[in-house]
């Protein structure tokens, strides 16, 4: 059975910093489509970063207000993927969650697999 758990939110101060982490277990994911998307109150979900293989390389993007502050990553040895979120502000708060897709998903999905979601609730 494929789960995607995701760990790493919580309360923190505009201008800090939190690490989430999606770990993956079920099958191997090294070449899969992995995103992250957040939701916030009354606002549609949106794709936040993914990165995606192709021809042996990880290709990477960022939505525009992300971009320079967060950072995905991934530890295949681990299955797990990450995502570095420094510089935070108050409208970044939001669930966020992890999604699998298969390889060649295109950043955008469909994603076949999702994490319940964890909350990232930054301070003014």
């Known amino acids: 059975q494929v789960q995607l758990v995701e760990s790493g939110g919580g309360l923190v101060q505009a201008g800090g910093s939190l690490r989430l982490s999606c770990a993956a277990s079920?099958?191997?994911?090294?070449?899969?489509?992995m995103g992250w998307f957040r939701q916030a109150p009354g606002k549609e979900r949106e794709l936040v970063a993914a990165?995606?293989?192709?021809?042996?390389?990880?290709?990477?993007y960022y939505t525009d207000s992300v971009k320079g502050r967060f950072t995905i990553s991934r530890d295949n040895a681990k299955n797990t993927v990450y995502l570095q979120m420094n510089s935070l502000k108050p409208e970044d708060t939001a669930v966020y969650y992890c999604?699998?897709?298969?390889?060649?998903?295109?950043?955008?999905?469909?994603?076949?697999?999702w994490g319940q979601g964890t909350q990232v609730t930054v301070s003014s």
């Open positions: 079920g099958r191997t994911f090294s070449s899969y489509t």
């Open positions: 990165m995606r293989w192709s021809a042996a390389i990880y290709y990477t």
């Open positions: 999604a699998a897709g298969r390889t060649g998903t295109p950043y955008l999905g469909p994603y076949e697999y």
